[in-house]
């Protein structure tokens, strides 16, 4: 399993751009980045998912260099809603279930 | 579509005591997963299942039992309560297509006294 790096907090002021950075230097060759978001008494929401290069959707884009080892999570302009819990995954497709949810980054957004 | 529900949504058992957390999805989900979440840390998978009839230990199975009859359901059972059990327990569904995306439930809090 690929072990994964983030930040254990971050801070940020409303209407800043974010980038989360997770570290997953052993990343296999069919491994696949997948990013979540939690907020307090819920369960975590699926944000974004890429395997490498840019990958954009309505609310974020993930970042993914060459060499596959690093991912940027993008959050534009965020918003007091965007506070909550980030995490970064590293998936392995194959039969089974090969990931591990790490700490995550605790995003605060202030006014 | 409720998406994945999760029965009860807060339980209270004293030590030593049995209970089962019922977790359902109406997505036609080939995997099921179930994990707990103690305060302040990330999610760590407890059991999974890839299909009816099928299930696997994740990262934490002592002390818990599963079951996945149906395919839309899957059973989460204690024997024999622990505090080191209480914990937020959620279900989570995903496809075998796509970005296997993983769906959530509300979850559930239980407290072992």
């Known amino acids: 399993l690929a072990k994964t790096t983030q930040p254990i907090s971050m801070d940020s002021y409303e209407g800043q751009e974010v980038n989360i950075t997770c570290s997953h230097n052993n990343i296999a060759t069919n491994d696949y980045i997948t990013w979540y978001q939690q907020f307090p008494s819920q369960g975590p929401r699926f944000i974004i998912q890429?395997?490498?290069t840019k990958v954009t959707n309505e609310v974020a884009s993930l970042f993914i260099p060459a060499d596959r080892k690093s991912s940027t999570l993008s959050l534009p302009r965020v918003s007091l809603s965007d506070t909550a819990v980030y995490y970064c995954l590293v998936e392995t497709r194959n039969y089974g279930q090969n990931f591990v949810f790490g700490p995550g980054t605790r995003l605060s957004v202030l006014p | 579509n409720a998406g994945v529900t999760q029965t009860p949504k807060f339980r209270v058992l004293k030590t030593g005591q049995s209970m089962t957390l019922l977790c359902a999805q109406d997505?036609?989900?080939?995997?099921m997963y179930w994990y707990r979440q103690d305060p302040g840390m990330g999610l760590r998978l407890i059991h999974y299942?890839?299909?009816?009839?099928?299930?696997a230990k994740g990262e934490v199975p002592d002390g818990y039992n599963v079951s996945r009859l149906k395919k839309q359901n899957f059973l989460l059972g204690l024997e024999s309560a622990a505090p080191s059990q209480t914990s937020v327990y959620f279900c989570?569904?995903?496809?075998?297509?796509?970005?296997?995306?993983?769906?959530f439930g509300p979850g559930t809090r239980l407290t072992v006294t």
């Open positions: 299942s890839v299909g009816e009839g099928t299930t």
């Open positions: 989570a569904s995903s496809t075998l297509v796509d970005s296997y995306e993983q769906y």
């Open positions: 890429g395997y490498k």
């Open positions: 997505m036609n989900h080939e995997y």
